[in-house]
């Protein structure tokens, strides 16, 4: 079983401009959201701390791993999280705003980006190559890493699927002090869902003290769950 290594510090700017891009096209949501504090002073702030977070990111295979921009991006809220924490904001009002900032951004992107995506999704080589990662996971070669199961459908139900029964994000949320805003992270895979028609149904989460994040895909349903969580 490998152990961290520093493999994020050499992507250091890229992650920093990436993370930055996103903020700026955050500005108005930021502003209502928190009008209260001065937005180009709040994103200084978000990307000071992000900055101090990179090194401290685990090493689960890098670009290989297909979670690894999930990994990456959830840490972008925990940066956030934390200045907004230092601001007197609670873990509710960071993740309303998580949640529908995703909301909209994802609606900003070309709508021919979108369509491909909801249908590149549910296609066989996106499968295959989801099978492919999941046996990876289970081997456990790197110790911080998203353990998954995919799951077959069933031909009426779901699609496809996945079972979770180790979460890396989780797992550095635990480990920085902050695992009260993981639930609200996962929460935010419902607007992609709805807007990428995928039909998401989730029964349990690790978040919340499942044993398991069990994933339901189903092309073209309803994804019925909603904020307020």
């Excluded at 930055?20 to 001065?38: A, C, P």
């Excluded at 200084?44 to 979670?67: A, H, M, V």
């Excluded at 690894?68 to 934390?82: E, K």
């Excluded at 609606?107 to 099978?131: A, G």
Aim: with cysteine.
């Amino acid at each position: 079983m490998k152990d961290r290594v520093e493999t994020y510090e050499s992507q250091k700017p890229k992650l920093l401009l990436d993370f930055k891009k996103i903020l700026q096209r955050m500005m108005g949501f930021l502003e209502s959201h928190f009008h209260d504090i001065q937005t180009d002073l709040l994103i200084d702030e978000f990307l000071k701390e992000y900055e101090t977070l990179i090194p401290q990111l685990p090493n689960i295979g890098g670009e290989s791993n297909l979670n690894n921009v999930d990994l990456i991006q959830s840490t972008w809220a925990l940066a956030i999280y934390r200045v907004l924490k230092r601001h007197v904001k609670s873990v509710e009002e960071v993740g309303e705003f998580l949640y529908k900032s995703r909301e909209a951004l994802i609606l900003t992107f070309p709508k021919v980006l979108i369509r491909f995506h909801s249908w590149y999704r549910f296609t066989s080589f996106f499968k295959n190559k989801w099978r492919s990662f999941a046996l990876e996971t289970q081997k456990r070669e790197y110790r911080d890493n998203f353990v998954v199961t995919f799951v077959e459908g069933d031909g009426k139900g779901f699609d496809y699927g996945y079972d979770y029964s180790e979460c890396a994000i989780l797992k550095f949320f635990e480990s920085q002090g902050a695992p009260e805003l993981v639930p609200y992270i996962c929460a935010t895979d419902i607007p992609v869902s709805k807007v990428l028609n995928m039909g998401l149904e989730r029964t349990t989460t690790l978040a919340l003290g499942g044993d398991k994040c069990d994933f339901r895909f189903k092309r073209g349903r309803e994804t019925r769950e909603d904020w307020p969580l």
